[in-house]
């Protein structure tokens, strides 16, 4: 049997804390797969971990088709004062108030997909010349509209940017790969020395999605995220969980050698608290699929069933329901999904939902639903039976 190892500190892990109940697993992108979802909890970093899609560097070079239908596709990271505001926008403010990108500098977005969040800050900074990095290149015709070809790279990053870049920005990538230290590795090679490092990854604490997501081979606790840093060559000067919902921003500086490991080792009391908390998540997709179950059953045959949120908590409801022919809507506020289809559903306007629709399960997450909920006026008065999850 061979061994299944720490993606951060090369611990054995024995048996997982979780594995879905079901024959199908969900992805980032929403796609549903064959296979169950396994997640392992590391006793001495305390990192999770999910066990990786089978042939996964092909995945990523041919299947994840990231916001691909236009160059102006971006999902929806709120709703501020009746606003939508759109991911990459929300990223390229965040990274300009919390960097102080020198001048002149040289960014290089790793794992960058259409690189749309490096795009924004060069018409926010014509001073910043941009290099891109990753693993498709299906890419390419994005790229090829604001940067120079000698400044991208795909595959395999180009040697001559050896310690040429002041500041490497990672959005969204590093819970995607199998060998985490490795891309660190890579990006501290290419860093200037004092050179900064922008991460931004998944909050499994804040958003317990994450947990089960297939393709997050990697899920960071805040002593986990540090560990690997530390062990790449990184001095961590900030863990932001508060300026990006459901992530953390992590800011370190490329050291001289390898990072100081205090306020990195864990302690029992650490670890078990950490230990319970996943515990908890756990349960709750455990239970969560009868507890989904349970509501459609109570629903009358003449009920008018739709879901609201056409990404992964959506996905999830329909994909645990008894009936799927019930759904007669997905309702999203993400223009660029409307008229779409997912499980053979159109993804509709909320603002648009038929008055006979009077049962909607909400798929969003628990700790923003009911707020978002209570935004869409045109649904004031109706009389709608919701299940939150």
Not at 19 to 26: C, E, G, L, M, R
Not at 126 to 142: E, G, Q, R
Request: charge should be negative; charged fraction near 25%.
């Amino acid at each position: 049997m061979s061994r299944y190892l720490c993606n951060v500190c090369g611990t054995d892990l024995l048996r997982p804390v979780y594995k879905s109940q079901f024959v199908n697993s969900i992805t980032s992108l929403c796609n549903v797969v064959k296979g169950t979802t396994a997640v392992y909890f590391c006793y001495d970093c305390t990192h999770l971990q999910t066990t990786e899609v089978d042939n996964i560097d092909n995945y990523y070079d041919k299947d994840y088709q990231l916001l691909v239908e236009s160059e102006e596709e971006d999902q929806i990271y709120c709703i501020r004062d009746g606003e939508k505001v759109f991911r990459c926008d929300h990223q390229v403010v965040t990274l300009a108030d919390l960097l102080n990108i020198p001048e002149g500098a040289k960014v290089l977005d790793y794992g960058c997909a259409k690189g749309t969040t490096l795009k924004k800050l060069v018409e926010l900074r014509s001073d910043i010349t941009p290099f891109l990095f990753d693993v498709s290149d299906m890419y390419l015709p994005f790229w090829d509209k604001f940067v120079d070809e000698q400044n991208w790279a795909i595959y395999s990053v180009d040697n001559r940017w050896t310690e040429l870049m002041d500041v490497v920005t990672s959005f969204f990538s590093l819970e995607h790969v199998t060998s985490p230290k490795e891309m660190l590795d890579n990006i501290r090679t290419l860093l200037k020395d004092g050179g900064m490092l922008y991460c931004v990854v998944p909050d499994v604490m804040q958003n317990p999605a994450d947990f089960v997501v297939l393709d997050h081979v990697n899920h960071f606790t805040r002593t986990s995220i540090c560990r690997l840093l530390a062990d790449s060559g990184f001095e961590v000067e900030d863990i932001n969980t508060e300026d990006h919902a459901s992530a953390m921003i992590v800011i370190a500086r490329k050291a001289a050698e390898n990072g100081s490991m205090d306020g990195v080792l864990v302690s029992d009391d650490q670890c078990l608290a950490t230990s319970e908390k996943v515990s908890a998540i756990a349960d709750y997709w455990v239970g969560l699929a009868s507890r989904i179950q349970a509501f459609e059953s109570t629903q009358p045959a003449s009920a008018q069933i739709s879901i609201y949120g056409a990404g992964f908590y959506g996905t999830y409801i329909a994909s645990c329901l008894a009936d799927q022919e019930r759904i007669k809507f997905f309702l999203d506020r993400d223009p660029y999904r409307h008229g779409r289809k997912l499980f053979g559903k159109t993804i509709i306007d909320p603002a648009l939902m038929p008055e006979s629709i009077d049962t909607v399960f909400v798929g969003l997450n628990p700790a923003i639903a009911r707020q978002n909920i209570e935004m869409i006026t045109s649904w004031e008065g109706r009389k709608i039976e919701f299940f939150y999850l």
